[in-house]
């Protein structure tokens, strides 16, 4: 694989800036690793099982009334 030029990186950090937002997560130490583990078996990415356990977690709420 040729290596990426600095252009493409700048158009690639361009566009992330434009169309998403990020947030840091903190947790206790150790934790990481678990949740690392289990998404290994679950195969999905990092992000896409946080955006999950949020998006699932806001519905239930929603569904309790909480929100």
Do not use: C, W
Request: charge should be positive.
């Amino acid at each position: 694989m040729p290596p990426v030029s600095e252009a493409h990186m700048r158009a690639t950090a361009k566009y992330m800036k434009e169309n998403y937002d990020e947030f840091k997560v903190r947790m206790p130490k150790g934790k990481k690793k678990q949740v690392q583990e289990h998404i290994m078996s679950t195969g999905e990415s990092m992000n896409a099982f946080i955006s999950r356990a949020i998006n699932e977690t806001m519905e239930l709420d929603k569904q309790e009334g909480k929100q």
